[in-house]
């Protein structure tokens, strides 16, 4: 059985895991699961987590030591199937209700193993998009670079919360070693390894994720 996986990775950000929360439990269509690493937060992240999906069985939350973003990823390995569709979403990012519902409509279309989508920045303290979509712009194949990426260092990718990827990939990937490397910008992996597997990319302007600055 194929499941549309929100893996959420957090630490230390109370102040934005609800709002982030929220947007991923009212997709208009809704995530099968929903994966919750917090990173041995020290702050109130677990308490605010725990309250929001009380009582929700499709919501798992990992609580782990401190060790970065690549651990976070590698954590969830065990909870995702190579059938599933994985999204990735730092707690800071919101994905507006419609976001879920365009990716899947445009890989109705487009299949593919990798899908960037844009970052519409704000640094209000509420996320003001209500909507995913932005932009009419045509959808972007991006054909492996393989040797692009391991000549140039030259790929193709977004940032975490833009991204999502087969679960096949997902395993392809991951665990991934060198995690006290990767504490941070973990999206890199995700990124160069798709490019050095030669995977090809689809890029959907027209999508837009909430990425909050601060």
Same mark, same amino acid.
């Given at each position: 059985m194929s499941n549309n996986v929100c893996l959420i990775t957090n630490y ?5 895991? &609800?709002? #982030? ?6 997709? &208009? ?10 990173? =041995?937060s020290t702050d109130n992240s677990l308490n605010v987590i725990s309250q929001?999906?009380? =009582?929700?069985? $499709? ?16 954590? +969830?390995?065990? $909870?995702?199937?190579?059938?599933? /569709? ?14 879920? &519902?365009?990716?899947? +409509? ?5 299949? @593919?193993? $990798?899908?960037y989508c844009a970052d519409r920045i704000f640094s209000s303290t509420n #996320? ?25 260092? #030259? !790929?193709?990718? =977004?940032?975490? @919360? #833009?991204?999502?990827? @087969? ?6 990937? $991951? ?6 490397? !990767?504490?941070? /910008? ?21 999508? =837009?994720?909430?990425? /909050?600055?601060?």
């Open positions: 230390n950000y109370s102040s934005f895991i &609800s709002e #982030c929360l929220y947007g991923v439990l009212n997709q &208009s269509i809704p995530f099968d699961l929903v994966i919750i690493v917090d990173d =041995g929001a999906v009380r =009582g929700l069985p $499709f919501v798992k939350i990992i609580s782990k030591m401190n060790g970065g973003q690549l651990s976070a990823f590698n954590a +969830a390995v065990n $909870f995702i199937s190579p059938s599933d /569709r994985v999204f990735f979403l730092d707690s800071d990012d919101v994905y507006p209700p419609d976001y879920l &519902s365009l990716v899947l +409509a445009n890989l109705k279309i487009h299949p @593919s193993e $990798f899908v #996320c003001p998009f209500k909507s995913a979509f932005f932009d009419p712009i045509e959808v972007d194949h991006v054909p492996p670079t393989s040797a692009l990426a391991q000549s140039a260092l #030259c !790929w193709f990718g =977004g940032p975490t @919360s #833009c991204i999502s990827i @087969s679960g096949e990939l997902f395993h392809q990937i $991951f665990p991934f070693p060198f995690e006290l490397d !990767w504490k941070s /910008r973990a999206d890199d992996i995700i990124v160069y390894a798709s490019s050095i597997l030669g995977i090809d990319k689809l890029y959907i302007p027209s999508v =837009g994720i909430g990425y /909050r600055t601060h």
